[in-house]
């Protein structure tokens, strides 16, 4: 179902701690940073990232991860 519409890449970053994730994704419609940002906030919040995926958007550096709980944090100033 997602053959082809899902692709992604991380890399390790010259830090103490952490890495980065680059994820493009084909969607059947056009749609704005905001709408990409609210339905990753959505689920973050309550849906089924809740407490594994952390929404920020302020602006991150990578010491703001060290001790962070959540497996993965979604940086809204990237998207």
Known sequence: ??????D??????????GSTV???VQLSRDVTVEE???AVEAAAADGPLAGILQ???????STDII????????DAQST
Request: charged share 20%; glycine share 8%; net charge negative.
């Open 55 to 61: 929404y920020s958007e302020d602006p991150l550096v």
């Open 8 to 17: 992604g890449m991380a890399m390790r970053v010259p830090v103490p701690d």
């Open 22 to 24: 680059d994820l493009v």
């Open 1 to 6: 179902k997602l053959n082809g519409k899902l």
């Open 36 to 38: 990409v940002n609210a």
């Open 67 to 74: 001790g962070n709980p959540h497996s993965s944090i979604f």
